[in-house]
């Protein structure tokens, strides 16, 4: 963990003197071709400094957001798009835009928008705190239950592994946002909306799970996918083009990350996953175009029933790779690792 965590600090420290860079230099190039080919040496750190990090904790975020989240921001930013876009915010804010999980509101007391509710975020801190404090004792009682895991039924490991994705992810972005939230004062975009309430795979995808990764793909891909293929195929083919091209690239995504969290080759099961569901939700948009309010099913139904699909697709496509590679024993073991590491280093930090 020692070896570990060096490597770690290593890795962020070589990040933040990149993303400098970028800042400083590229950000004077003109927009286009010639920022992009200054960028190409980022890209290229981005994509091996993960390979330094071998466990779950580390490696994985690290993962997620350099080669995922750093390298399409800076895409965007080549062209003068996305949130990195012109004008230059401060050094910090770059920094904290490129890589984390967090959408910044620009000017969110703005006297021009008078309905914002000035003081919101401020007045939910302590109702955030608590909540963060229940998700972060229901993921240790999760971790506990792996230890009965030779006494428990397949499917209620499976809902511990769907138990434990989800608070991990509410625990891990919400941290990564806390400097910029708490330190600078920044507005932040909800990261989710509570998807155990989706009342189907569009509200699912679209509006409540992980809109850090909505707001990235739809600049990046969905909107280029569609504005070009309008022109060649109509409006009504462009957006089921587009929608599948998102997924797809989701998909391609995930299966970059299961490679640096398996170092082995790909079997493409996490990528037929999101075309699975890509093709699932431009489907249930068209039914629901076709049958407009005439006929829907009731949310205490549909809500099941997605939750139902998402668990059954998943159990197929989405946790084999991780499974047979060791990735879920692997992260349960990292626990009371770290736990150990913390409390020998625990006098150093008092």
């Known amino acids: 963990m020692e070896s570990e965590t060096n490597n770690f600090i290593k890795v962020w420290i070589l990040t933040n003197i990149s993303l400098c860079y970028c800042f400083y230099i590229s950000s004077r190039i003109p927009k286009g071709i010639l920022r992009l080919i200054s960028l190409l040496p980022i890209f290229y750190l981005f994509i091996i400094l993960p390979f330094n990090l071998h466990s779950f904790h580390l490696g994985g975020p690290t993962t997620f957001f350099l080669v995922w989240f750093g390298i ?28 984390l999980p967090i959408k910044i509101i620009q000017n969110p007391t703005n006297s ?34 792996y230890d009965y895991r030779q006494h428990l039924h397949p499917y209620v490991i499976l809902a511990l592994y769907f138990c434990h994705m989800y608070l991990g992810l509410e625990i891990v972005m919400p941290l990564c946002a806390t400097p910029a939230r708490a330190l600078f004062k920044f507005e932040l975009e909800p990261q989710s909306n509570k998807p155990y309430l989706s009342t189907s795979l569009q509200d699912f995808w679209g509006r409540r799970w992980n809109l850090m990764v909505t707001n990235i793909l739809r600049p990046t891909t969905y909107d280029p996918v569609l504005r070009i293929s309008k022109r060649v ?26 490679y640096y969290l398996t170092r082995v080759s790909p079997t493409w099961e996490v990528t037929w996953f999101f075309v699975l569901h890509g093709l699932c939700v431009a489907i249930e948009v068209e039914v629901k175009k076709a049958v407009a309010e005439r006929w829907r099913f009731h949310p205490l139904v549909s809500g099941p029933l997605t939750l139902g699909f998402l668990a059954v697709t998943a159990n197929w496509l989405f946790f084999p790779q991780l499974l047979r590679n060791g990735v879920d024993v692997k992260a349960i073991d990292e626990y009371p690792v770290m736990v150990d590491f913390v409390k020998a280093h625990m006098p150093l930090l008092s």
């Not at 930013?77 to 804010?93: K, V």
């Not at 989701?250 to 299966?255: A, I, K, P, R």
């Open 112 to 145: 021009e928008n008078p309905n914002y509710p000035v003081g919101k975020t401020v007045a939910n801190m302590p109702k955030m705190s608590v909540l963060f404090a229940v998700k972060a004792l229901l993921l240790a009682l999760v971790v506990r239950s």
């Open 72 to 99: 399409f921001k800076l895409l965007l930013f080549s062209f003068d798009l996305g949130p990195l876009c012109a004008p230059p915010p401060t050094l910090f804010q770059f920094i904290s835009t490129a890589i």
């Open 233 to 258: 195929v109509g409006l009504r083919w462009a957006r089921f083009l587009a929608l599948m091209s998102a997924f797809a690239v989701s998909g391609l995504m995930h299966e970059v990350i299961y």
